[in-house]
Every structure is written in C-alpha cells, then in structure tokens.
C-alpha cells in the first residue's frame, strides 16, 4: 500500500515542486487517497463535489496536473480512454478489465523489474517502467483488488 501524506507533508512536498498547498489540491489528493480505483479527472470531480461544491472541473484538472508533477500521483493511459489517476507510488503494473471496465494494480517482484531493465540496450537506463495488461476475469480470479 502506498504511503499516505499528513496535511503538512503534503505541502511539503509541493512546495519543494514550486507549488503551494490549497485547499483544492488537498481534498482532490484525498479523493485519490480515500478510494484507489484509478478514477478519471470526470470521476475525481463528481467526488470532490460534495466537499468543495464550487470546485469547476478546470480547476481538477489542474489539481491533478500538480500531483503528477510533483510525483504524488501517476497518471495511467489506457489505449485512447480518459487518463486515469493512481496514488500508489511503489513499483507496479495495472491489469485493465475490458468487461469491467475497472483498473487494477498488480504488484510486480523487484527481480522482475530487473530482467526488464536489462533488456535496455547499453548505455540506457530507464526511469520508469509501465507495464499494463489487458484482458478479462477468469473464473475466481474476478475478485476486487483495487
């Protein structure tokens, strides 16, 4: 499980990215914190409504922006869908139901992401690797692991 920020390490952590903590970006972290089922910024906004009722979808957007860059959460892509939004920050790959239609993370053995780096040709090093399977449930494997 990744690790969950306090109020005063998050503002830590954008500060030292150039941002200043909000109110906004807050609750918006907290929606991703609160319910990791890798949500669209549409499925974020319908969330923080009830919080921040005001709050416009441009300013979600740019909410979730901030995070990404500042490493707080990673943006996943999924084929030509809407990005989705994932605060777990350990090493790991998602498994996307096509059926469902939901994202899972899969957690990945360190020695696994090894024999993946060392495909590289020489002289590169990755700084990241994303990995995501596609496919459906099969038989008890539907269970909810997000």
Known sequence: MPTTLNHDALSQRLTDSGLRSTTQREVVYNVLLKKRDHPTADEVYA????????????????????????HLVRSVNLDRGPTRY??????????????????????????????????????YNSSSVEIIFRGTATGSGGQDRS
Request: hydrophobic letters at 35%.
């Open 47 to 70: 969330r923080v409504k009830a919080d921040l009722p005001t709050i416009s979808l441009a300013t979600v957007y740019n909410c979730l922006e901030a995070l990404v860059q500042c």
């Open 86 to 123: 994932c605060p777990n920050l350990h090493p790991h790959a998602h498994f996307h139901d096509e059926q469902t239609g939901r994202t899972h993370d899969i957690d990945l053995p360190a020695e696994l992401l090894e024999k993946v780096n060392a495909v590289l040709p020489d002289g």
